[in-house]
C-alpha cells in the first residue's frame, strides 16, 4: 500500500533547491530562478505543495493529556527510587530505626538508668552486686574502706604483731580492750 | 542540624559518662575475690556491733598501720596470715 504522506518526486537537480525556496532561504535571483520552473514544472508544483502539507505536521508539537504527565512522573520517581535502593541496600536495614521514636526511648532509657544510679547511689537491686547487699555504697564506693574492712582482724592484733615485729609496744588497757572485742565477736 | 546534632552527642556523653562512673565506683568491690567479700561482710557486721570507743581505737590503729613503712606492713600482714592459717590448721 502507498503511504498518502509521501512526498511526490521532483526534479532531481531542483529537489534541494525547492526546500530551500519552502523556507525562504537563497538570493533573490535565485528564488526567482526556482519559482519560474516551479510554475513550468507540475511535478516540482506538487512537490511543493506537499512539503506545505507536510512539513508543518512536522513541527507542530502534540498536546500530550495530563494523564501522560502524571504516568510519567510516577514512573519516574518510581524508577529513581529503585536505582537510590539499589545504590544503599543497606540502609533497608536500618529503615525500623529511622522512625523519631527508636533514638527517643533510647535516649530516656539511657537518662532514667543513668539518673538512677547515680541519685539512687547503686541501691537499683536490678544493676547492683547481690552479695553487697549489706555494705553501703560508701564502703564499697571507697577502696580504703573496703581495705579497712578486710584488715579489722589483723588491726585487732595489731600491738600483737608489732611486738613480735620488735617494733613499739602498745599500753596494755587497749590490748585487753581488744581482747574482750575479739572474745565478744567469736 | 549540625547544633541538634552536637547537642545529640553532648547529652549521650553526659549520660555514658555518669552511668560509667556509677558502675566505676564499686569496681574495687567487684575486683575482690568471694573469700575477700565474705569476710569484710563479716567484719562489716561486727563493726556495726562493736562500742564506739573501740571503733575509734581501730580508725587510730589503722591510721598507725597506714602510716607504718611499706616493708613493716607487709612483715605484719605476712606475720598475721601465717598465724591465722596456723590457728585454722589447730
Keep these: 500500500m502507498k503511504n498518502p504522506a509521501a512526498l ?3 526534479c532531481k537537480d531542483f529537489e534541494e533547491d525547492l526546500v530551500l525556496h519552502y523556507y525562504g532561504e537563497g ?8 519559482a519560474r520552473h516551479v510554475s513550468d514544472c507540475a511535478c516540482c ?5 506537499d512539503l506545505h502539507r507536510l512539513l508543518p505536521r512536522m513541527t507542530e508539537s502534540r498536546e500530550l493529556p495530563q494523564s501522560f504527565w502524571d504516568n510519567y ?3 519516574t520517581v518510581a524508577k529513581l527510587a529503585k536505582q537510590e ?7 533497608s536495614l536500618l529503615a525500623p530505626m529511622q522512625s523519631w521514636w527508636l533514638p527517643a526511648f533510647g535516649t ?3 537518662a532514667l538508668l543513668a539518673f538512677g544510679l547515680v541519685l539512687g547511689k547503686g541501691k537499683l537491686t536490678l544493676f547492683a552486686d547481690r552479695s553487697a547487699a549489706s555494705l553501703p555504697q560508701e564502703v564499697l564506693a571507697d577502696g580504703e574502706q573496703l581495705e579497712f574492712f578486710k584488715s579489722l582482724d589483723m588491726l585487732e592484733s595489731l600491738d600483737g604483731l608489732e611486738e613480735r615485729e620488735g617494733g613499739k609496744v602498745k599500753p ?3 590490748q585487753t580492750r581488744l581482747l574482750s572485742m575479739n572474745q565478744a565477736a567469736a | 542540624m549540625k547544633t541538634r546534632t552536637i547537642s545529640a552527642w553532648a547529652l549521650g556523653l553526659f549520660l555514658w559518662f555518669s552511668a560509667y562512673s556509677a558502675f566505676a565506683a564499686a569496681a574495687d568491690w567487684r575486683n575482690l575475690s568471694p573469700k575477700e567479700k565474705d569476710r569484710i561482710q563479716r567484719n562489716y557486721q561486727r563493726w556495726e556491733k562493736l562500742p564506739p570507743q573501740d571503733k575509734d581505737h581501730l580508725r587510730d590503729e589503722w591510721n598507725r598501720y597506714q602510716r ?11 606475720r598475721y596470715d601465717e598465724d591465722r592459717r596456723r590457728r585454722h590448721n589447730d
Design chain 2, 68 to 78: 607504718l613503712p611499706q616493708d613493716e606492713r607487709e612483715r605484719i600482714k605476712q
Design chain 1, 73 to 75: 512522573f510516577r514512573e
Design chain 1, 27 to 34: 538570493s533573490t535571483a535565485e528564488r526567482q530562478r526556482v
Design chain 1, 108 to 110: 530516656v532509657a539511657i
Design chain 1, 85 to 91: 535502593e539499589k545504590k544503599f541496600w543497606w540502609r
Design chain 1, 8 to 10: 511526490k518526486s521532483a
Design chain 1, 45 to 49: 508544483r506538487l512537490f511543493v505543495d
Design chain 1, 172 to 174: 596494755k588497757s587497749n
